[in-house]
């Protein structure tokens, strides 16, 4: 987990979430990915074991049922609701 030695100041304001994503809610470089359904905090500890268990994006010749099992492994680390998303043009996993 990244995180600076020293700060001047240990805790830090969050601010607000609101509104809906303006960009990368498309699946890029894979053929499959994990999108979230609702705003909320992801710690690094929740996306260090998610990606440990595959997350965000899987593709490279990977069978469509190993992509989505281990997506929705990914999923269950985290705090947030979230579901898979192929990409835009990919219909049951052909390209």
Do not use: C, N
């Not at 809906?20 to 470089?29: D, K, L, P, S, T």
């Not at 281990?70 to 999923?75: E, P, T």
């Not at 680390?77 to 996993?93: D, E, H, Q, W």
């Amino acid at each position: 987990m990244l995180m600076p030695k020293r700060v001047k100041y240990r805790k830090q304001m969050r601010g607000r979430m609101k509104g809906m994503a303006q960009r990368g809610a498309e699946v890029h470089f894979g053929d499959f990915g994990l999108q979230a359904l609702e705003p909320g905090w992801v710690s690094a500890r929740q996306i260090e074991a998610a990606r440990r268990a595959i997350l965000f994006e899987v593709g490279g010749g990977l069978p469509e049922e190993a992509a989505k099992e281990a997506l929705r492994l990914a999923s269950y680390k985290l705090s947030i609701k979230s579901k898979i998303v192929p990409r835009y043009g990919i219909v049951g996993g052909e390209k």
